[in-house]
């Protein structure tokens, strides 16, 4: 089946600054998504993005279909950014998302 | 707020109990799946239903019985289940490729 695998597993940063999370997969993608889970575990909608770029406000994301990855990109970091942020990615003909380990982001202020 | 609701949030049970877990989507949508998240493995799909009709068995051990009797609820009833089902159990429903996840329910097996 298909692989997903996120770099770097952790990050630590300051508050302010700028990350990029990325997201290697094994094979072509109809879905790809990116998902931030809160300290209470609920999984929170950041990015559907099987190809292209997306931006929203502080977070923006873009995926290279051809090259089989994706990147997060997180600006001027705030403490509630902290969290797992998850990709997962659906293959084709596969109507399941498959997870990648997550990168666990702590902002401190 | 995503639209889809799990209830109990939290659970713990013994070996020998019977107990269900609850998902209900406001969403419209068509689609339904549980995925479970233990400590040490990363989210994995357990079973898919499209239009009430289950569409995958993730290889899951019989003592955790799924049930969609509509496009809107969604159960999974467990029974004798092993400490090492404890996990956070989490829905998600979509009406297209894009899933929404629910809160889950953080099960505690005794």
Redesign the interface.
């Known amino acids: 089946g298909i692989q997903v695998e996120q770099s770097p597993p952790d990050l630590i940063l300051q508050e302010g600054a700028n990350s990029t999370l990325r997201c290697n997969f094994s094979d072509s993608v109809n879905n790809l998504q990116w998902f931030h889970q809160n300290p209470w575990g609920q999984l929170i909608n950041l990015f559907y993005i099987p190809s292209g770029t997306k931006q929203n406000g502080r977070l923006s994301a873009t995926t290279v279909a051809t090259e089989r990855y994706s990147l997060l990109y997180i600006s001027s970091s705030q403490t509630t950014d902290s969290g797992v942020y998850f990709c997962a990615v659906e293959g084709q003909g596969a109507q399941k998302l498959v997870f990648g380990q997550g990168t666990r982001l702590t902002i401190n202020p | 707020e995503?639209g889809v609701t799990q209830t109990p949030r939290h659970l713990v049970m013994g070996m020998t109990n019977k107990k269900s877990l609850k998902c209900e989507q406001h969403l419209g949508h068509n689609?339904m799946?549980w995925?479970k998240?233990s400590a040490k493995k990363?989210?994995?799909?357990m079973f898919?239903y499209?239009f009430k009709e289950q569409?995958?068995n993730?290889s899951v051990p019989s003592r955790f019985s799924p049930e969609c009797p509509n496009s809107s609820h969604l159960f999974l009833h467990l029974h004798t289940l092993q400490p090492e089902d404890s996990a956070?159990y989490?829905c998600?429903s979509s009406i297209g490729?894009?899933?929404?996840?629910g809160?889950?329910t953080?099960l505690t097996v005794l």
């Open positions: 995503t689609a799946y995925y998240q990363p989210l994995e799909l898919v499209n569409t995958e993730n956070l989490l998600a490729l894009e899933q929404f996840f809160p889950g953080r």
